[in-house]
């Protein structure tokens, strides 16, 4: 994966940064995108401590301008993006009596259409290449539901589904486009979940713990290297086993 370069949203900690990481010691020249680009600085700045390329990227990913803007730098830096990996996202839980309309906006917006709108700028290069990866980073929740997660529920589910009708517009093109399902994974994200539930999740899963994002990272190597080009539109869970 030598000089590929690769696109990562929601870079600057957690799954993300580990993707980024995974991605540079392929050889990729990683753009790490996050809110604003000093969030994912530490991650460029770990790639390049390990003697990997990247750089750092500012975009809110709910926002075409911002993403059609640094979309352009990134390709004026780096060169035409063959890998892109849709990680960034959020949560604003609630149960759905007291969802507030701008709880499912935010997250619908900030984990869905931000896929649709990264996949459509980086479709130029990858078809003139007729050659891409692309791996949206969905969720367990995705697949099965979660009370007081209807927002990020539905979020990660269209996730699915988007990540199966790309792969069947663009399969002829050399592009695939798959889904990861992560399980319950140490990050900020899940920072707050309660003791109770840890304890549940460590029970539960035949992994008997909750996953690290250096458990994620390989798959999504993996899947955006061209060993994997034979696999389009699936959803791969990993969850130590949890939803078994
Ligand atoms: P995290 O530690 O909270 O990191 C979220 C990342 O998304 C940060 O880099 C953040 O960047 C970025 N981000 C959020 N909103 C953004 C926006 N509007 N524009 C640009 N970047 C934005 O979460 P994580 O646990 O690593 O989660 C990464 C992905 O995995 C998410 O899609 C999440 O839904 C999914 N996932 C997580 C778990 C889990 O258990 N942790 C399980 C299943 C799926 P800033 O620095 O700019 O905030």
Redesign the pocket.
């Known amino acids: 994966m030598k000089d590929q370069v690769a696109i990562v949203?929601?870079?600057?900690?957690?799954?993300?940064q580990a993707i980024a990481e995974e991605l540079a010691r392929r050889g990729c020249r990683v753009a790490c995108?996050?809110?604003?680009a000093a969030?994912?600085q530490s991650t460029v700045e770990r790639i390049q401590s390990q003697g990997g390329q990247a750089q750092a990227y500012g975009?809110?990913?709910?926002q075409v301008s911002q993403i059609e803007e640094a979309f352009s730098t990134i390709e004026a830096d780096l060169g035409p993006p063959s890998i892109l990996i849709n990680?960034?996202?959020?949560?604003r839980d609630g149960l759905l009596m007291r969802m507030k309309d701008d709880d499912w906006d935010a997250v619908i917006t900030?984990?869905l259409k931000s896929a649709y709108l990264t996949t459509k700028a980086v479709l130029k290069p990858m078809m003139k290449a007729r050659y891409g990866r692309i791996v949206n980073?969905?969720?367990?929740?995705g697949l099965h539901g979660g009370a007081g997660q209807a927002n990020y529920a539905a979020s990660?589910a269209g996730l699915i589904g988007l990540t199966m009708s790309i792969a069947k517009e663009l399969g002829s093109r050399g592009i695939t486009c798959n889904a990861i399902?992560?399980?319950?994974?140490q990050?900020?994200?899940?920072e707050d979940l309660t003791e109770e539930f840890k304890q549940y999740v460590q029970k539960t899963a035949p992994a008997g713990r909750l996953g690290t994002?250096a458990d994620i990272a390989p798959l999504v190597g993996f899947l955006a290297s061209p060993e994997a080009a034979y696999i389009t539109g699936q959803t791969i869970t990993v969850d130590g086993g949890l939803m078994l």
């Open positions: 949203t929601g870079a600057s900690r957690g799954i993300g995108v996050a809110s604003r969030n994912a975009a809110d990913v709910s990680n960034a996202g959020i949560t900030t984990n980073v969905s969720s367990v929740i990660k399902a992560p399980g319950f994974i990050t900020d994200m899940t994002p």
